[in-house]
């Protein structure tokens, strides 16, 4: 069985995720290749595609690739910056599950917690700043905090454990 690790990632927090898949594949039967706007359709039968959350699915380069696919095997994992919630996750699972058409079998999928630039945490404190009080906006700076050391050890090693499933319900 040979084996595609193809992931979008916005900040980095994918691509180490991306990585942790890939070493926990069997050796020589996987690559490994970051998804770009030209990216051809893989030939290799088990896919797993990671991306970073854009608006609560998978970002553009990484739906182009999907639209595309036929009659693969595919399993989905993923980065989001807000997390803490496995019912979020799933919710963003199912609406990437979605894009795939027809004929495609999803595996199963799988997501954490990435840290999020700066920036986000300047417009956060922007946010609380304009509106003292707002629990809205102390929530969200709560959760970038907690999600700078994400995706860490456990995170890798669950989403290798992940890949390790997944590899094995591919074999049937």
């Not at 070493?23 to 290799?44: F, I, K, N």
């Not at 990437?96 to 199963?108: D, K």
Request: proline letters at 6%.
């Amino acid at each position: 069985m040979r084996y595609a690790v193809l992931y979008s990632s916005g900040t980095g927090n994918t691509e180490q995720v991306a990585r942790a898949v890939y070493a926990a594949l069997p050796a020589g039967q996987a690559r490994l290749e970051a998804v770009g706007p030209d990216t051809a359709v893989p030939q290799e039968e088990v896919l797993f595609l990671g991306f970073w959350t854009d608006k609560g699915v998978c970002p553009p380069d990484m739906q182009k690739l999907m639209a595309q696919l036929a009659g693969k095997q595919v399993a989905l994992f993923g980065t989001a910056g807000f997390g803490g919630s496995e019912a979020y996750f799933e919710a963003i699972l199912q609406r990437t599950r979605a894009l795939l058409p027809a004929g495609n079998t999803v595996l199963g999928g799988w997501m954490c917690q990435g840290k999020m630039p700066a920036a986000v945490r300047t417009r956060y404190e922007a946010m609380a700043a304009q509106n003292p009080g707002d629990s809205k906006a102390a929530s969200f700076l709560a959760n970038f905090d907690r999600a700078l050391p994400h995706p860490d050890q456990a995170d890798l090693a669950s989403a290798a454990a992940f890949a390790g499933e997944m590899a094995a319900k591919a074999q049937g």
